[in-house]
């Protein structure tokens, strides 16, 4: 089963940027869809953003326009670019792979542990 481990999270200010990536162990990398979710204190885990195995993209509404996904099969490694980060950012940052471009978190069976993202007003 593949294992994922994400990074680049941290502290930034309203309206800096943050690149989150997530490596993966295998090559059957170039397989699997991949997403982003976010969790914040106290609230369910949300979708963010998934990419499909040929680059096919879903954003959601609240982060359209700011956060890119991309992915990098050749590296076996996916990535998050996030413009114009506000407050209500903040959340524990996830990856997670699986077989279909959803934003349902329980279509997605592997999940790495997760990167703080801070956002300060």
């Known amino acids: 089963q593949v294992q994922l481990v994400e990074s680049g999270g941290g502290l930034a200010q309203a309206g800096g940027s943050l690149r989150l990536s997530c490596a993966a162990s295998e090559r059957t990398f170039s397989r699997y869809v991949m997403g982003w979710f976010r969790q914040a204190p106290g609230k369910e885990r949300e979708f963010v953003a998934a990419i499909s195995r040929s680059g096919g993209i879903l954003h959601a509404d609240s982060v359209k326009g700011r956060f890119t996904i991309s992915r990098n099969n050749a590296e076996n490694t996916m990535y998050l670019q996030m413009n114009s980060l506000q407050p209500e950012d903040t959340a524990v940052y996830y990856c997670?792979?699986?077989?279909?471009?959803?934003?349902?978190?329980?279509?997605?069976?592997?999940w790495g542990q997760g990167t703080q993202v801070t956002v300060s007003s």
């Open positions: 997670a792979a699986g077989p279909l471009i959803v934003r349902m978190s329980k279509y997605y069976d592997t």
